[in-house]
């Protein structure tokens, strides 16, 4: 502030020594650059942004699915999203959503030994990455060249997954669009935990699943928190965040995570079936939302 | 004449503007690189993400948190690098956010300006279980950095002797 006044003030004072010296117009030309400083001054600050105080990190999609393959949920064909459906997703909003849901498929796929199903993934993930503004990160067809390279290497598929999660998360920092990567978080998340819940009701009594789907509850509400950064304001977000809060506080209210809640010593929470089963309806609700046409 | 005077105005500052925003390029460019090694040091796990977080100091002290996720008993390495800290801060790791009162402080330590430092989760759950009893895991752990205050640090106005950064890189292991 203190150099702003004094930029301003000798600006000002400049512009008024100019204007004696026999020039046009100088209150107009003093406002110009007041307003052209104040913008300067403005930038200047940008420069030296800082960190919210408090902040968070969201686990990666082939993260989510390594835990989930490990808690044993078993590939179920036909439960991702369709890949046909990616070229009607013609709003933004949709766009980068679905960017979030065929990653999470495409770590689906990878994790459970279905490269030539995720090649499909990565083929939408790269196209829906041009509508979005993110083409850098795939640009140069390098990666679906490796991917092709690597089919039947698990392990090299999933470190080129990691590039590309590196590889966007550096885009999106680079290019201060940081907020967006919650709106593609919560096309993930929602796509992880329908994939978890449509295994666990197909093979009930898989508790190792039960327990995971549980567990990434307590990632939604950071995930609400990012998508409502005011960066995000003018993306129609609203009603996605109403659903999202609708099942956080439908979790909350359920009778075992209140008494979960209220013990200091409890570890583990565990759902009832009925619990489970709510919690199932509204996310599949939620996914029907986010992959509509 | 005018039109001079207001050049050379305009000049001098696009002057100053270019020479903080080369000096921030170049801080950036660092960054990135000290995340490439942070990210080495956390081989064999796998990469999972990175929170950089910058801040300038100030007269006073201040604290950033950053939350991290611990899933399903996995084990994780958290790779942090000072290499962009004009000054050191300290680095506290709980098992719940600030505001709670009755939270563990799990690990603590200093010493990390211009250092690569490596935690591992299952020392901070050995922690955790020694110090709560019943406690079984770690589900969630928040990192504090304390950053001290620098008397003569310029708090509204921050120039890039008050410019730092934290860079921490997250990995699993498969």
């Known amino acids: ?293 | 004449m005018k039109r001079g005077f207001i050049l050379l105005f305009v000049f001098g500052f696009a002057i100053l503007f270019a020479q903080t925003a080369a000096n921030l390029t170049e801080f950036k460019e660092n960054i990135a690189n000290q995340k490439v090694e942070a990210k080495d040091a956390l081989k064999p796990y796998r990469f999972d993400g990175s929170k950089i977080t910058y801040f300038n100091f100030k007269t006073y002290k201040q604290t950033k948190e950053v939350e991290i996720y611990l899933f399903n008993n996995t084990d994780y390495r958290f790779s942090f690098n000072g290499k962009s800290l004009p000054n050191d801060v300290t680095v506290e790791i709980y098992d719940k956010d600030k505001t709670q009162s009755n939270r563990i402080l799990l690990k603590s330590f200093s010493g990390i300006q211009g250092e690569n430092i490596v935690v591992e989760s299952s020392e901070l759950n050995d922690t955790y279980k020694n110090k709560k009893s019943n406690a079984t895991r770690l589900k969630r752990v928040f990192v504090n950095y304390q950053i001290p205050g620098i008397p003569g640090a310029q708090n509204k106005t921050p120039t890039m002797k008050e410019r730092a950064a934290v860079v921490l890189v997250m990995g699993y292991k498969n």
């Open chain 1, 1 to 293: 502030m203190k150099r702003r006044f004094l930029l301003v003030n000798s600006m000002i004072g400049l512009a008024f020594l100019a204007g004696s010296c026999g020039g046009e117009e100088p209150v107009d030309e003093v406002n110009e650059i007041v307003q052209d400083t104040v913008f300067a001054e403005d930038q200047f600050a940008a420069l030296f942004e800082e960190s919210p105080e408090v902040d968070y990190h969201l686990p990666s999609p082939l993260q989510v699915a390594s835990i989930f393959k490990k808690s044993g949920l078993d590939y179920n064909a036909g439960s991702t999203n369709l890949t046909d459906n990616a070229d009607n997703y013609t709003d933004k909003l949709k766009q980068k959503l679905n960017f979030g849901v065929y990653s999470a498929d495409m770590a689906y796929c990878v994790m459970n030994d279905q490269s030539n199903e995720g090649r499909k993934f990565l083929t939408v993930i790269t196209d829906l990455s041009e509508e979005i503004g993110m083409e850098a990160v795939f640009e140069n067809k390098d990666l679906m060249d490796r991917f092709d390279a690597n089919l039947e290497d698990k392990d090299s598929i999933e470190i080129l997954m990691i590039d590309i999660h590196e590889r966007t998360e550096m885009y999106l920092e680079d290019n201060d669009m940081q907020n967006e990567a919650a709106i593609h978080f919560a096309g993930a998340w929602t796509e992880g935990m329908y994939l978890g819940v449509y295994d666990f009701e197909k093979n009930p009594g898989k508790e190792g699943v039960g327990a995971q789907i549980t567990e990434q509850m307590s990632i939604l509400n950071n995930i609400i928190k990012g998508l409502k950064d005011p960066k995000n304001d003018g993306t129609d977000l609203g009603w996605l965040i109403l659903d999202m809060e609708e099942i956080q506080a439908a979790f909350d209210e359920f009778d075992s995570v209140i008494a979960f809640e209220a013990d200091e010593n409890a570890s583990e929470l565990e759902l009832t079936d009925e619990e489970y089963s709510s919690l199932g309806e509204l996310v599949k609700a939620l996914r029907e939302k986010i992959i509509a046409v």
